[in-house]
DNA sequence: TGTACATCAGTGAACGCGCGTTCACTGATGTAC
DNA sequence: TGTACATCAGTGAACGCGCGTTCACTGATGTAC
C-alpha cells in the first residue's frame, strides 16, 4: 500500500483532522505531537506534510472542526437543553468532545494569526447559537438578546473553567456546576 | 561569587517564583522552559535544582504565589471595583499579572498532582473572597450569598476566557468584556 | 577571636529524549496517447 | 480498450533543536574547635 485513491485520502486527511480535534481538546496544542497524532490516525509521522503544511495550520483546521460540531450538537436545541448539556459533569469530564472555547480558548493569545481567527470566529458562532436558541424560545418581546446571549455564553464558559480548574476538589466543582446550571435556568425562566 | 548567603539564596528562590508566577500566566506551562525562567530571573539553568526538585514543582509553587497575589489586589475591595478591575481590558491583555484560572485553570486537569490541587484551594479563595466582597457591601439581608459568589465567579472568569479567545476580533472582544461588566454591575446593585 | 574544614548556591558542559520538519524512496493510481 | 509514463499518498530514516535533568566543579559562607 503506496498511493491511494483521491477519495482515500480525502478520507485520511478528515481522519487526521478529526483526531486532532480530539486530542488537542483533551490533550492541549503542546501536549500531542504530531507523531502521534499520525498514529492515533493509523498512519506514520511522515505522511503528515502531504496533507498539511505546518502542525500549526492543523491547529487551525482542528479547532474549526470542533467548533463546527458544537454547533452541530448545539443548534436548534431549547435554552434549557443548550444550557443543561453544557453545564453538566459530563461535558467538565469529557473535554475532548466538549467544546473548544472552554477547552482551549484561555490559550488562543498565545498562538499565533491562523489559530487566532478560528477562535474568534468560534466565539462569535457560539453566541449566535445563544441568541437563537433565546428567541426560537418565544416571540421576542423583551431586552437586548444580544446582551443576554453575552451574558449566558460567559456564565457557561466560566461554570465549565472553574469547575474544571477545580477539578481536584470534586465536591468544590460538582457545586460550582450545580450552582451555575440552576441560576441559570431560573434567570432564563425569568426572561422567557 | 560562588555560595551565597543564606538570605540571598532565599532571595533568588524567591525571585524564581515571581519569575515563573508572570512568565507561566503569559507563556503557558509548557511555553516557557527552566532555562529561559533562570535566565529571566539572572541566573543559570543549573542552579534550578538547588530551589525546586522538578519543574512540576515550582509550577505548584508559582500558582500558588499568583493565587496570593489575586487575594491582595483583590480582598477588601467593593464587589463593584472587584468586578471592575477583572472585567477589564487592561485583565485582558496583562496576562502575566491577572487571574491565574483564567490564564491556565482550563489545563488544571492536564497537569499532575501538586499543580491540580493549587488551581482547586485557589478556586474555592476566589469564591471566598467574592463572598465576603458581597457581605461587606451590606448588612446581609437576602438569599444564599454562596451561590452569588459562585455566578460572579463564573461570570468574571468565563468574561475573560470568552474575551482571550475573541482577542483576534477587537470588536467583540470588546463587547464581551463591556456587556458582561455592565449587566454584572445591574445584577449586583439589585441584590444590595 | 582566629583557624581549618565542610557545606552548598550557583556555573556551565553534558545527558537522553521527543519535538516539528525534511527527504529519498515505493508503488498503486491517474492520465495521455 | 490497452499501454507507457507521471503523479503523489504514504513510509521510515534522518535533521537540528530545545527540552528537563544530571553532574563535576568553584569558592565564599557557615560551622566546629
Known amino acids: 500500500m503506496m498511493r491511494v485513491t ?3 485520502a480525502q478520507a485520511t486527511r478528515r481522519r487526521i483532522v478529526e483526531t486532532a ?3 488537542f481538546r483533551d490533550r492541549g ?6 507523531a502521534d497524532l499520525m498514529k492515533a490516525s493509523g498512519l506514520t509521522h511522515g505522511g503528515f506534510y502531504r496533507h498539511f503544511s505546518s502542525k500549526d495550520d492543523l491547529m487551525a483546521e482542528a479547532t474549526a ?3 463546527e460540531q458544537l454547533e452541530r450538537d448545539t443548534s436548534n436545541k431549547p435554552i434549557e437543553d443548550l444550557l443543561g448539556r453544557y453545564i453538566s459533569d459530563s461535558h467538565r469530564d469529557e473535554i475532548s468532545a466538549g467544546c473548544p472555547t472552554s477547552a482551549l480558548g484561555g490559550g488562543a493569545m498565545r498562538q499565533m494569526e491562523p489559530v487566532r481567527s478560528v477562535f474568534a470566529q468560534g466565539v462569535e458562532t457560539w453566541i449566535e447559537m445563544i441568541e437563537k436558541s433565546l428567541d426560537d424560545g ?9 446582551a443576554q446571549a453575552i451574558e449566558l455564553a460567559t456564565r457557561a464558559v466560566g461554570a465549565i473553567v472553574l469547575a474544571r480548574a477545580a477539578a481536584a476538589n470534586g465536591r468544590l466543582s460538582d457545586e460550582i ?6 441560576r441559570a435556568l431560573e434567570d432564563v425562566a425569568r426572561i422567557d
Chains 1, 2 share one sequence.
Open 138 to 146: 418565544n416571540a421576542a418581546i423583551d431586552g437586548d438578546r444580544r
Open 21 to 23: 480535534a480530539e486530542q
Open 6 to 8: 483521491k477519495e482515500q
Open 65 to 67: 472542526l470542533a467548533y
Open 177 to 182: 456546576l450545580a450552582t451555575s446550571l440552576s
Open 29 to 34: 496544542f503542546d501536549g500531542i505531537g504530531v
